[in-house]
Nanobody, 115 residues
Framework: QVQVVESGGGLVQTGGSLRLSCAAS????????MGWYRQAPGKQRDLVAY???????KYADSVKGRFTISRDSAKNTVYLQMNSLKPEDTAVYYC?????????WGQGTQVTVSG
């Protein structure tokens, strides 16, 4: 059973930075792509960024230039470096992976930007 676990969320002031990590375990193979989504209260879950096995990336317009997604395929891990955070970035951030023809989600990690 594939498990997806996020970490790195927290409370930060406007303009600050956070780094999220997501690790997939339990026999996950050839994960492609790995991505981050977020969901604010009362809103739908939206794509933040994803990265393919060939390191092709896609970002939501709202985070371009501020967020950077990267992956360590050997560790089945994906990262999201978030800089210049804004209050509107406040949300629960979810990791999503596609492997073996199935989609798996993590439990989510809260990011709160104050100020």
């Amino acid at each position: 059973q594939v498990q997806v676990v996020e970490s790195g969320g927290g409370l930060v002031q406007t303009g600050g930075s956070l780094r999220l990590s997501c690790a997939a375990s339990g026999g996950a193979r050839s994960i492609d792509p790995m991505g981050w989504y977020r969901q604010a209260p009362g809103k739908q879950r939206d794509l933040v960024a994803y990265i393919s096995s060939g390191d092709n990336t896609k970002y939501a317009d709202s985070v371009k230039g501020r967020f950077t997604i990267s992956r360590d395929s050997a560790k089945n891990t994906v990262y999201l470096q978030m800089n210049s955070l804004k209050p509107e970035d406040t949300a629960v951030y979810y990791c999503r992976v596609l492997t073996g023809g199935y989609i798996y989600w993590g439990q989510g990690t809260q990011v709160t930007v104050s100020g």
